[in-house]
């Protein structure tokens, strides 16, 4: 299994697991905590992939994704109290999830023939913010990537990185270039407390 495989699959129990521990809070019932699950973890593929006309988007094509985002929802059911005390390994499997699904989707776009820089970049960025934005808006709350530390813009970066090294190391290798700047940066965010500057009002 490519180690690009691995780390998508922990971004998506990651995912899946913040959008059920989000129910939680809204007090949902065990079918609302799935369906977050469910949403935060492929939500950002599918929409990406409804953008780039694929008949079928890849989690429904390919059902595992969503299998294993059932499962984790229901590992946050069974073991919610333990799990919330480890909300700082939570954030490092988020920030692995947000990296992976960057960099999945601006390799995506290539693959799909939109190798214009501005396209790379939406579609990695949705594939990487996308779920947690529509977990988010179910919720009725303000996104948690518009005024939460430095999020998508580590994706952006994932993403630039890509588009100026695709072309001369060849996909994979960008890819993987593109995962480990995400990671990096948001990590690095995540321990130095950097969040994006508001207007004081």
């Excluded at 899946?16 to 905590?33: C, N, P, Q, T």
């Excluded at 954030?91 to 992976?100: E, P, V």
């Excluded at 779920?131 to 005024?147: C, E, K, M, Q, S």
């Excluded at 430095?150 to 995962?179: D, E, K, P, Q």
């Amino acid at each position: 299994m490519a180690f690009i495989t691995i780390v998508e699959f922990i971004g998506t129990i990651a995912f899946a697991m913040s959008g059920a521990l989000r129910a939680i809070e809204k007090e949902m019932d065990y079918y609302g905590i799935i369906v977050f699950g469910i949403t935060t973890s492929v939500g950002g593929g599918i929409i990406r992939d409804i953008l780039i006309n694929k008949e079928l988007p890849v989690s429904l094509a390919n059902p595992i994704y969503i299998i294993v985002s059932i499962l984790a929802a229901f590992l946050v059911i069974i073991f919610y109290q333990a799990i919330i005390h480890f909300n700082q390994i939570l954030n490092i499997f988020d920030a692995i999830g947000l990296a992976a699904f960057t960099a999945i989707g601006a390799e995506v776009a290539v693959i799909n023939g939109f190798e214009q820089p501005f396209v790379i970049i939406i579609l990695a960025v949705l594939t990487g913010t996308g779920g947690g934005t529509l977990r988010d808006l179910f919720a009725n709350t303000i996104p948690y990537v518009f005024h939460k530390e430095v999020y998508a813009v580590a994706s952006i970066l994932g993403a630039i990185i890509f588009i100026i090294t695709y072309n001369f190391i060849g996909n994979n290798m960008a890819l993987y270039l593109a995962f480990a700047i995400t990671l990096l940066v948001r990590l690095f965010c995540i321990k130095k407390d950097i969040h994006l500057k508001k207007v004081s009002v």
